[in-house]
C-alpha cells in the first residue's frame, strides 16, 4: 500500500495572496524600463565606434545624443528605444539613408547649391574634398563653395574670384555640373579634361540611392533579448522577497 504525506505551507500560500497583478506590473514596468536604458547605452557605444560600427570613423557627439528612451507606466506597459526622428535635423532622420537606404536627404547646402545651379541638385564632395576623421565637410568648406558667386562669363561658367573656384557642366546626366578649385594656371587638357584644377563638389541632378548598410531595428532587438531575462527575472524575484520568499 502506498502512502504519501503532503506537507502544506499554508502561511505561504496565503502570501501569494500579497502579490497582486498591480505589484507584478509594475515589477515588469521597472524590467522594462531598465532593459530599453541598457539596450540604449549598448547603442551608443554601437555608433561611438570608430572601426567595425555602423558609420565609418565613428558617429558625432550629436548622432550619439540623439539617442532616446521612452519608459513604461504600470497602465501602459510600452517602451521605446532609438534615435529621435520627430525633430528637425534631429539624428534619426540623419541616419535613416543607412538603416532604410534611398535618396540622400535634402539639406541646407543643396538648396544653396541648387539655387547657384537654377535647378534641383544634391551637393556631394569628392575623393578631392577634405574631410574629418567622420567623414563630414566642414561649415567652412560647405560656405567657400557656396558663396561669392559674383559673375557669369560669356561662356557659361559661373566663377568666383575671391576662392578660385568656378562651375561648369561636368559628364553625365544633364544637369551634372562640378565645382573646381584652381590650384595652378588653368586649362583643358588633351582629352578635354581640367588641367589645374580640383574638383571639389558634384552638383547630381539625380544622386544615387543609398544601400541600407545598418540593421538598427536589429541591433536594438538583440539587445533587448540580451537584457530582458536578467531584468525581469530581478524585478519579480524582488517581489517575491518583499512578500516573504527567500
Known amino acids: 500500500m502506498l502512502s504519501i504525506t503532503l506537507a502544506i505551507d499554508t502561511k505561504a500560500i496565503d502570501r501569494f495572496g500579497l502579490l497582486t497583478e498591480k505589484n507584478i506590473r509594475y515589477a515588469t514596468g521597472r524590467a522594462m524600463a531598465a532593459t530599453v536604458r541598457a539596450a540604449e547605452q549598448s547603442l551608443k557605444q554601437d555608433l561611438a565606434k570608430t572601426s567595425g560600427g555602423p558609420i565609418d570613423g565613428g558617429a558625432t557627439r550629436w548622432t550619439i545624443g540623439g539617442t532616446y528612451t521612452r519608459r513604461p507606466s504600470p497602465t501602459n506597459l510600452v517602451a521605446e528605444v532609438g534615435l529621435k526622428s520627430g525633430q528637425p535635423h534631429a539624428a534619426g532622420g540623419y541616419i535613416s539613408v543607412l538603416t532604410s537606404g534611398g535618396s540622400p536627404r535634402t539639406k541646407g547646402a543643396d538648396l544653396a547649391a541648387s ?16 574631410k574629418d576623421s567622420k567623414g563630414n565637410v566642414s561649415k567652412a568648406a560647405f560656405a567657400k563653395a557656396l558663396t561669392g558667386w559674383a559673375s557669369m562669363t560669356n561662356t557659361g561658367t559661373l566663377v568666383n574670384r575671391a576662392n578660385r ?19 595652378g594656371k588653368t586649362g583643358r587638357g588633351r582629352y578635354g579634361e581640367w588641367v589645374g584644377t580640383s574638383m571639389r563638389f558634384t552638383l547630381e541632378p539625380t544622386p544615387k540611392p543609398r544601400a541600407s548598410t545598418y540593421n538598427l531595428q536589429g541591433d ?25 520568499f527567500s
Do not use: C, N
Open 115 to 130: 539655387e547657384l545651379a537654377g535647378r534641383r541638385v544634391t551637393m556631394v564632395p569628392t575623393p578631392a574634398q577634405r
Open 220 to 244: 536594438l532587438q538583440r539587445s533587448v533579448y540580451q537584457f530582458w531575462p536578467g531584468e525581469i527575472r530581478k524585478q519579480l524575484q524582488a517581489e517575491l522577497t518583499r512578500i516573504g
Open 165 to 183: 573656384m568656378f562651375i561648369v557642366p561636368i559628364k553625365g546626366e544633364e544637369g551634372r555640373m562640378g565645382i573646381f578649385q584652381r590650384t
